[in-house]
């Protein structure tokens, strides 16, 4: 029995060296060290390509930014340009000229003998109504581009995703979407057939069209350039933001146009009576413009009339 007894015990020391369990053990053990390296190493390449490409999308949101306020200062030519006027700023500076001078006039005749007040309106017909002009042909512009911008973008989504390069998607915008957007779209072609990059194209966009949508546009195009991904994609969820941004604008006009009402008419009431009674009893209101006591009344009335006009429109008006 203790013969039997010391051979089970050597038996059971010597089997595993005997049948590689040993061996078998230890490759096991390698295999996994080795494992739990490569995924070690492979979650590190990972985190360093998404950093990597999150580190390329941050450099071309700094280098929009940078641009776009480089383009800040809007000189009388981008003014003329984002109001879709097709004129020199000779011919533009000609036309205030005119302008100012039949307002000069127009005011001399209102109120003869004041030089003042003839003066002051020269400088509003020269200043003051061109500007205000070319701003507002601006804004309508650039309202009727953003109801159109979204429709493009479906073009060149669904041109992507048939197989067609982004270039000829742009083409068919260029040629069958309406203007200002197949406009825009053809000038930026043409720069980029000339050897403009399509980032700087779009970059110049921006600044005929300085509306947050192709702010948008522009960085999804950026990013995709640099980065690579699913253009298709991106520019779907591109077009669904936009429409509900959209919405959203058409919601907050409607909720404000019952504020908007009111103001216009408690900007337009002072005008409205003295014109009544000027109609009526013109030698009573007569008075303010040939006594030199009703300048100052004429001029205190405007002042106080344009600080409550400015802050109704500050009250009225929201920020997109």
Known sequence: MAGMGIGGLVYSLIYPILSGEKKTERRVSGFSVESSRSKRSSLK????????????????LDELDEKHKA?????????????????????????????????????????????????????????GLPRFYLTKKAAKRQKKFITEFANAIDVII????????????????A????????GEF???????????????????????????EVNFFAIVLSIQAKTGGNLAESLSNLSQVLRERRKLVNKVIAFSQE???SASIIGALPIIVMALVYLTTPDYIMVLFTDPTGHLILAGAGALMTVGVLIMRKMINFDF
């Open 71 to 127: 383009a800040e200062k809007v000189t009388l030519h981008m003014r003329i340009v984002r109001a879709g006027l097709e004129i020199s700023n000779e011919q533009f500076i000609m036309y205030s000229m005119v302008t100012a001078t039949v307002v000069a006039v127009l005011t001399y005749l209102m109120a003869p003998g004041n030089y003042i007040l003839a003066a002051m309106g020269f400088f509003v017909g020269a200043f």
């Open 186 to 212: 053809k000038s930026m072609l043409e720069q980029v057939r000339i050897g403009v990059t399509l980032e700087n194209a779009l970059g110049r966009m921006y600044e005929r069209i300085p509306v947050q």
């Open 175 to 182: 040629s069958e979407i309406p203007q200002p957007v197949g």
């Open 259 to 261: 504020a908007k009402a």
């Open 45 to 60: 390449s990972s985190a360093n390509d998404m950093q990597r490409k999150r580190q390329k999308v941050q450099d071309t």
């Open 158 to 173: 669904r041109g992507v995703r048939s197989g067609l390069p982004l270039n000829d998607c742009m083409t068919i915008i």
